[in-house]
């Protein structure tokens, strides 16, 4: 785990944390273990409003070694935006001042550069979309106030703008640091006033939106023996077959274990419209270019070949070809990361005709990289500061799965600089060629041997040629948390068929608090 001062830290990424609700003093799904009487108990509409300054639901917010209160009204739908609108109001202050200091929790990179409210952003589980703040012709965020670091103590009122998703949903899941509320409703009519202590401020200007992206989300799973990688979205489906799992050093005969990689693989190809299979061999470091690349082309035959017989041939052309070492998943630097480059990738460009949840495979393995204990047990980690981190349960939301992963932290220290840093790790689980930020939520859900990651989008290519890309889910587990206080750290995943039941894990990878947590009841229909 690493330190971080929180004043330097403003052009790092903010968290985006979800809570389903807190709606008492005991700990509830997706909630904190606060009294509801100071920092307001989380709360939902019995019916949609009509009232824009209606408040949807009100929930707690814990941050700057304080908390607030966060009051969310209906999304206004004005022309081919959203105008979004939320009360900020400080409920328990560090040091007894008034305002309460966010510095960069709010904060994240939506084009350019990190925008004030990037990390509130507003969620289409059924479309498959997420939108993020509009800005302006410089990057920053349409709406006031255009500084989030701090909060006054009378409060603040924040109102930001958004893309009109497509098919005019009745509702969108707001993703807020520290809460996700699955349904917001959206209504036509004008935009609440947009200061809570100014009656003269000026209205929202739409007029200033340059940008308003609103990405497709993504579901990356991955087979714990490192048989099977797959990458979905609507359009495109690519599944990396582990080569040692394929073949034997060397070779290009299938051995014994390829048939169920092979038929896990085609698992993914079913419910989308048929096309063209690239199948493409890779191999590591190790050997001539010469002779890494007839392996990959003959390694790339064998399993095209093979898929011959397990798809429908007049609906799925299959395009066999090799890259030899010339693209490596991740650096040829360890046997571990030369493991990983030899593979078989398989490409499919088509849309989704029958959308499908995740189906798991396998039996749980044994976890051997850090403590094991039940999701209400919970593990304790860290290195410079001890956190307790439990999942006590997991809540379906539609087809997706919500989870919720809280940290408490077991001293006394106020205002340090280390954080709950060992959710994740140097580096992304994507491989090399794509960027991660370095405190984003990268904790996994498994089912049997399969491993679920958050939704993910992509941002864009950064200046050095790498895939930015951003989970639904925290973007900042490394925010600042005193003794005895807890935060919580949540994500959206891809849901997974026939199971009541998960675990939850943090790889073994450098800067990470490896840990697996089993038995985590999952609720919801």
């Given amino acids: 785990m690493t330190g971080r001062h929180r004043l330097a830290a403003m052009a790092l990424l903010a968290g985006a944390a979800l809570l389903l609700g807190a709606c008492t003093a005991e700990e509830t799904p997706g909630g904190d273990a606060t009294d509801a009487t100071t920092s307001g108990a989380a709360s939902g509409p019995s ?10 639901e009100s929930f707690p ?49 939506v084009t350019s550069r990190p925008a004030a409210g990037g990390a509130i952003r507003l969620v289409d589980l059924a479309g498959g979309t997420v939108a993020l703040p509009a800005v302006d012709a410089d990057g920053r965020a349409v709406g006031a106030p255009a500084d989030l670091m701090t909060v006054p103590g009378d409060g603040v009122r924040v109102q930001r703008a958004y893309a009109a998703p497509a098919g005019d949903p009745p509702s969108l899941g707001l993703l807020f640091p520290g809460h996700y ?34 990405p497709e989300l993504n579901r990356y799973t991955a087979e714990l023996d490192g048989a099977v990688q797959v990458l979905e979205s609507t359009e495109t489906v690519t599944v990396s077959l582990g080569g040692d799992v394929l073949f034997a050093s060397g070779s290009a005969d299938l051995g014994p274990q390829a048939q169920a990689a092979l038929e896990a693989a085609v698992t993914h190809l079913s419910g989308r419209a048929g096309g063209v299979i690239d199948v493409v061999g890779h191999t590591d470091d190790v050997g001539d270019d010469a002779s890494n690349q007839d392996l990959s082309e003959r390694r790339a035959a064998a399993v095209a070949a093979a898929l011959g017989g397990l798809v429908d041939t007049g609906t799925f052309s299959l395009r066999p070809s090799g890259r030899g070492e010339t693209e490596p998943f991740v650096a040829n630097d360890t046997d571990a990361h030369r493991q990983l480059n030899r593979r078989v990738v398989l490409t499919l ?27 209400a047990e919970g593990v304790e980690v860290g290195a410079n500061r001890r956190f307790r981190i439990t999942v006590p349960e997991a809540t379906r939301v ?52 399969t491993a679920v990651y958050p939704y993910d989008y992509t941002l864009g290519t950064n200046p050095g040629g790498l895939d930015v890309w951003r989970p639904l889910a925290d973007l900042d587990t490394l925010r600042r948390i005193d003794g005895g206080q807890t935060l919580t750290f949540v994500g959206l995943y891809p849901g997974i068929a026939d199971t009541d039941t998960i675990a939850v894990q943090v790889r073994q990878a450098l800067g990470t608090d490896a840990f697996r947590l089993t038995d985590i009841p999952v609720s919801g229909s």
Avoid: C, K, N, W
Wanted: hydrophobic residues 40%.
């Fill in 61 to 109: 917010f814990v941050a700057g070694g304080g908390e607030a209160r966060v009051d969310v009204h209906p999304l206004v739908h004005t022309g081919d935006h959203l105008v979004l609108t939320l009360d900020i109001t400080p409920t328990a202050t560090p040091g007894g001042g008034d305002d309460l200091a966010l510095l960069d929790v709010l904060y994240d990179d």
């Fill in 398 to 449: 539609g087809d997706s799965l919500l989870v919720v992963v809280r940290a408490e932290a077991l001293d006394t220290e106020v205002g340090s600089d280390f954080g709950v840093g060992g959710l994740t790790g140097v580096g992304s689980y994507r491989g090399d060629t794509t960027v991660l930020p370095q405190h984003a939520l990268s904790v996994a859900v498994v089912s049997g041997s």
């Fill in 181 to 214: 509320v699955p349904e917001v409703p959206v209504i036509d009519a004008g935009p609440p006033p947009a200061s809570l202590t100014d009656d003269g401020a000026p209205e929202i200007d739409l007029t200033a939106v340059a940008d308003a992206p609103h």
């Fill in 349 to 375: 460009t088509s849309q989704v005709t029958t959308p499908s949840t995740v189906t798991a495979q396998g039996e749980l393995p044994p976890f051997e990289g850090g403590p094991v204990a039940t999701g």
């Fill in 47 to 56: 019916a949609a409003p009509s009232d824009p300054e209606s408040v949807v």
